[in-house]
């Protein structure tokens, strides 16, 4: 079979497309690992402080703990903001910054 090849276009990217409807921010939330919390307080604050699932809250937990740090949510400012504050609230050290 023969493929025939169009004239090269433009194929356009949602998610380009979005962070230029929205000024290009966009922001992420990392965690840190520490000593002090348990693993089941770690997935119970991601899952209310993001709304993800438990098994996306394990994964997470599973890169801190193993990795040091992991990336639990990508959003905008405010929103990552206020996952930040619930998130530190159990005493784990928590950053959020641009993208």
């Known amino acids: 079979m023969e493929r025939l090849m169009s004239s090269p276009g433009t194929i ?18 990392t965690v840190f690992n520490n000593e002090v919390n ?5 997935v119970f604050i991601l899952m ?3 709304g993800c699932d438990e098994e996306e809250a394990n994964m997470e937990t599973w890169e801190v703990d193993n990795l040091g740090k992991s990336v639990v949510h990508h959003g905008a400012q405010k929103e990552c903001e206020e996952a930040a504050r619930i998130i530190a609230q159990i005493g784990i050290r928590v950053e959020v910054s641009e993208e």
């Open 48 to 50: 209310a402080a993001t």
């Open 12 to 29: 356009e990217r949602p998610d380009l497309l979005d962070s230029q409807n929205s000024g290009g921010a966009h922001w992420i939330v």
């Open 38 to 42: 348990t693993w089941d307080e770690v």
